[in-house]
């Protein structure tokens, strides 16, 4: 099996332990870790995990700082094609409260790059990594875009490249919802689409949808609509598919969580693993229930451990 992940929002993540956090006083850490983040990062650590050497990444970091990405990378035995651009690699901060179990995520976006020369650079750094892309899709079964698009990208970067995948016959699954997904839908339809149930009711409803049954209802006639597989994560409950109208509804595990950040990328990796798998075993058809089992078992044990977007410490 071979998956190809596109990050376009590169991070360093960094996530501090405090035994309690309190907002008007200077807080020390008892520890805290390093790691190379953004969501299909995350995505492809988890499936290296799963099986080693079965995911190559592409991403764009920042030339100011991307060495310490690119040792952190290379410290999760990623193999990556990393692209350099103008700026910085961003930064995230998750705050972990041993005391309360309480999580939090601190997103310190990079200004985007206005200078002409900057302009350049990120349209060659471009072509480069459409060329990256094309040359991976050809010896890939399918290809995880998951996570936002900096300002700094051409507005119809997504389409383009969605566009791009679908052409060539790849299994796309699709992490991002709102204008960007709705964009994509008008030329082509990813295999997979998994957001979370705010994301889904943002993106496809005009209300957010509380009741389970009307949003099971509202997720397969979408997927049948697609012709698709839709999945939907929703936390602690149950997480929602639908395979061209067909629904399904799985439990999560219950766990002693550490740190639940990553637990959706987690979960996109076990799925697409699944997917692919019984997919082939079944003359092209995905076991759609396999697949939720093995992505609820991924966010599981992301959610144990304190590193982000991990199966195991």
């Known amino acids: 099996m071979r998956i190809t992940t596109l990050c376009m929002s590169t991070t360093v993540q960094r996530t501090a332990v405090f035994e309690r956090i309190n907002m008007e006083e200077v807080n020390r850490s008892i520890h805290y870790r390093l790691d190379a983040s953004g969501k299909a990062v995350n995505a492809a650590r988890v499936l290296n995990q ?41 930064e995230c901060c998750t705050l972990l409260e041993k005391e309360t179990g309480r999580v939090t995520e601190l997103v310190m976006d990079e ?17 480069r990594l459409r060329n990256e892309l094309q040359k991976a899709l050809k010896k890939s079964d399918a290809l995880l875009f998951a996570g936002t698009t900096p300002k700094i990208w051409p507005e119809d970067f997504k389409v383009r490249v969605c566009k791009s995948v679908c052409d060539a016959g790849v299994v796309l699954l699709v992490d991002f919802w709102g204008k960007e997904l709705l964009s994509v839908l008008e030329v082509c339809t990813p295999d997979i689409i998994k957001i979370n149930a705010k994301e889904f009711c943002g993106t496809f409803c005009k209300t957010e949808i509380a009741d389970t049954e009307k949003l099971i209802r ?30 399904y509804e799985v439990p999560t ?24 798998k019984t997919r082939a075993a079944n003359s092209g058809e995905p076991d759609i229930e396999s697949a939720l089992a093995k992505g609820t078992w991924c966010a599981a044990r992301n959610a144990e451990c304190e590193k982000v977007g991990t199966l195991y410490e």
């Open 111 to 127: 200004p985007a790059c206005t200078a002409e020369k900057d302009k350049e650079l990120i349209a060659k750094a471009e072509k």
């Open 253 to 276: 595990e219950r766990v002693q969580a550490v740190n639940t950040i990553g637990c959706g990328d987690s979960f996109s990796s076990g799925f697409l693993y699944e997917y692919l």
């Open 218 to 247: 509202a997720v397969a006639d979408k997927s049948r609509e697609l012709n698709n597989c839709i999945v939907i994560t929703r936390g602690g409950d149950s997480t929602i598919g639908a395979f061209r109208g067909k629904a």
């Open 50 to 90: 799963l099986e080693e050497h079965c995911t190559f990444l592409i991403c764009p970091a920042g030339m100011e700082n991307m060495d310490e990405f690119v040792m952190l990378a290379k410290a999760d035995g990623l193999e990556a094609s990393i692209i350099p651009v103008p700026g910085r690699v961003r």
